[in-house]
């Protein structure tokens, strides 16, 4: 699986849109991006996955660039629960591997 | 629908001992991964199971292994356990786990602390 590299930390204030960049530049044409969160102490939780085209769900919009070379993950109205570290995975998604391979993620900090 | 479910949630330990945990999948989810995580190595794959199988392993010694039961349930096993041991560890579960759009749910682990 292609690795990924995410700043270790970022903020922005509550109610505000939170933009958490990632780079995958040794990205397959066969891997997907997916992004999972954990917050303290408690297990991971899938936010959204895409290939190459944008994609939008009830909680996050995921931005990947015509490259694939690197994605955001957009929250777009940050709350405190979304306080959190945030992981941004490539993983082949066909064939028998299910493997999720975490790096240190992202940790965003919400303030109020 | 319940969630994942790991039991027990908390596990107090010495060096030496054996350990193991429990882990529910998501009613009609086959495949059933094992994660550890811990302050210095992160979150690390373990191991897979899918109908009973063990279908893709990670990096760790033999001491750790695990078994899936006919209804999806499944167990991981460390022998000898040691002071690096003390995780979190994770089970997660999916339809087949091989999808795209087949998502992994994780629970909330089960704290294991060795003395």
């Known amino acids: 699986d292609a690795k990924t590299t995410q700043p270790p930390s970022m903020d922005c204030a509550e109610g505000r849109a939170a933009n958490l960049p990632c780079n995958h530049s040794?990205?397959?044409?066969?891997?997907?991006v997916y992004w999972y969160r954990q917050i303290h102490s408690q297990g991971p939780q899938y936010i959204i996955h895409g290939l190459k085209n944008n994609e939008t769900n009830e909680m996050a919009s995921l931005i990947i660039t015509e490259d694939r070379k690197s994605s955001t993950l957009i929250l777009p109205h940050a709350t405190l629960r979304d306080t959190a570290v945030y992981y941004c995975i490539v993983r082949v998604a066909t064939g028998a591997n299910s493997k999720l391979t975490f790096g240190k993620g992202i940790t965003l900090s919400v303030r109020p | 629908k319940a969630g994942v479910t790991q039991t027990p949630r908390y596990l107090i330990k010495t060096r030496g001992q054996q350990v193991t945990l429990s882990c529910s999948p998501i009613s009609g989810h086959r495949s059933v991964s094992w994660y550890q995580q811990t302050p210095g190595q992160g979150l690390q794959f373990l191991f897979e199971?899918?109908?009973?199988?063990?279908?893709n392993k990670g990096n760790f010694p033999g001491r750790f292994s695990g078994r899936q039961f006919s209804n999806s349930r499944s167990e991981m096993n460390v022998s000898t356990l040691e002071l690096g041991d003390s995780a979190l560890y994770l089970c997660?579960?999916?339809?087949?786990?091989?999808?795209?759009?087949?998502?992994?749910?994780f629970g909330p682990g089960t704290r294991l602390t060795v003395l």
């Open positions: 040794t990205i397959s044409g066969n891997e997907y």
């Open positions: 199971y899918f109908s009973e199988t063990q279908r």
């Open positions: 997660a579960s999916s339809l087949i786990g091989y999808s795209h759009t087949d998502t992994q749910y």
